[in-house]
């Protein structure tokens, strides 16, 4: 076995552990679980550090399981910070447990047929079928309101953190996941659980629970929640959630996130979200700390998760589009662009509807900077441009006599002008 906690550790990925986890997965291959969330069909990067938890667990020689909320999502959100409950059926459940594992098999190993394969589960196939009755027999005598009210989840609510009090299914809430881990201790033969620090309550009270039904002694291991340095919270942009699958956040706009953080972020994030090695790690640190204008970090970092999640053509893709608005691309590489990454790129940069039979029959460079667009104020504005070499079509200069054509049209309807370096508008020839 490889040491799994000491590997945790040097990553910062280590919160809370309760004593005596370290020597109980040194000593055998254990089996551990995390909880996901399955009220979307696509996790996002809030999930991936339970994610790499999981796959530093099969790394280190390990067994991994991933288990979905199902029950939870059955009824709703009970987290009191929204009005909002996601009430899933079952088909919906179904539809976004697929979605997930299909995420999950980009990092985790389920097909190996070795001993420490991975396993996704569902809490709701075990939770379905038991009665109300049943569960306050078999689990919720085990554990005194007393021990319930004592975790700090608990008290906040109480204290008055949220005007609405605390709902009973809250309140609840430890006890069904508490029940999940003595369930998968008694049938998966699992004996660790992970999750965020804000988990700590509702995983050791799983433990408690195993301790006293089965007389067995379980463990607990919690990562810090992640934070940006600059106080903003971590895995969201303007556009919301930065989901890991491409139809809701493009691999570009998904390679940028990661791109554009900052130092102290990505001296840290780079830590958590790759699996570069210590040693390789602490050698990139030194070469952006000389050089820190380079960002050798953040495109390392973006290399690597954008890799992980989308595959190394996705990758190449976003580093072209990067480059059409940072670096020296021509109309090619524009070219190249679908239409969603185009108008990710050139996200708020004016635009004009121009008619397509103006450019089949020939559009003056003139006309189009000027009458048809307003990107100039005038001809003579435009004119003026032009002869001074500051107007570009699809990123190529060109003269007073360019005249625009279905050849220059980018996925059949866009057309982009260029004034200087900076000041960009695009056509869409409907």
């Not at 291959?29 to 809030?46: C, E, F, K, Q």
């Not at 390789?280 to 050798?296: F, G, K, M, T, Y």
Request: glycine content about 8%; hydrophobic content about 40%.
């Amino acid at each position: 076995m490889k040491n799994f906690i000491e590997e945790v550790t040097w990553r910062g990925m280590l919160h809370d552990v309760m004593p005596g986890t370290e020597e109980h997965l040194l000593e055998q291959m254990r089996v551990a679980y995390v909880g996901i969330d399955p009220t979307a069909d696509s996790l996002h990067i809030g999930h991936l550090v339970g994610v790499m938890l999981l796959k530093h667990f099969q790394l280190a020689g390990h067994k991994p399981i991933a288990l979905i909320g199902g029950a939870t999502g059955m009824i709703g959100d009970p987290s009191g910070k929204s009005n909002e409950r996601n009430l899933l059926d079952e088909a919906a459940l179904r539809h976004n447990q697929q979605a997930i594992k299909s995420q999950l098999e980009r990092f985790l190993d389920f097909n190996s047929g070795e001993a420490n394969a991975a396993e996704l589960v569902n809490n709701y196939d075990w939770m379905k079928e038991f009665s109300f009755l049943e569960f306050i027999r078999t689990v919720g005598k085990h554990l005194t309101v007393n021990y319930m009210m004592a975790k700090d989840s608990v008290k906040k609510r109480l204290n008055g953190e949220f005007a609405e009090g605390m709902s009973f299914t809250e309140f609840s809430y430890q006890l069904l996941q508490g029940y999940d881990f003595l369930h998968l201790f008694e049938k998966k033969s699992v004996t660790l659980q992970m999750g965020g620090s804000d988990q700590w309550g509702n995983i050791t009270t799983g433990t408690e629970l195993i301790r006293r039904i089965a007389s067995e002694k379980a463990y607990a291991l919690t990562c810090p929640l992640i934070t940006k340095a600059d106080g903003t919270k971590f895995g969201k942009s303007e556009g919301g959630n930065i989901w890991l699958s491409a139809e809701y956040t493009s691999p570009y706009k998904f390679y940028q996130y990661w791109v554009n953080t900052s130092d102290a972020d990505a001296e840290k994030y780079i830590k958590i979200f790759t699996f570069i090695s210590k040693e390789d790690i602490e050698s990139l640190i030194q070469e952006h700390q000389q050089a820190p204008h380079l960002r050798v970090l953040q495109k390392r970092l973006a290399d690597e998760v954008t890799i992980m999640v989308h595959g190394e053509e996705q990758l190449e893709n976003a580093i072209k589009a990067s480059n059409i608005l940072f670096g020296n691309s021509n109309a090619e590489d524009l070219k190249q662009l679908d239409e969603k990454t185009f108008l990710e790129v050139f996200d708020g940069v004016p635009q004009a509807i121009i008619e397509m039979s103006d450019v089949e029959a020939g559009l003056g460079i003139v006309d189009a900077l000027a009458s048809k667009s307003g990107f100039t104020t005038s001809n003579g504005e435009a004119r003026r441009a032009l002869q001074a070499n500051s107007i570009s079509v699809n990123r190529e200069k060109v003269t007073e006599d360019y005249v625009i054509t279905k050849e220059d049209l980018i996925n059949n309807q866009f057309v982009l002008l260029q004034k200087g370096k900076k000041n960009y508008f695009v056509l869409q020839i409907k």
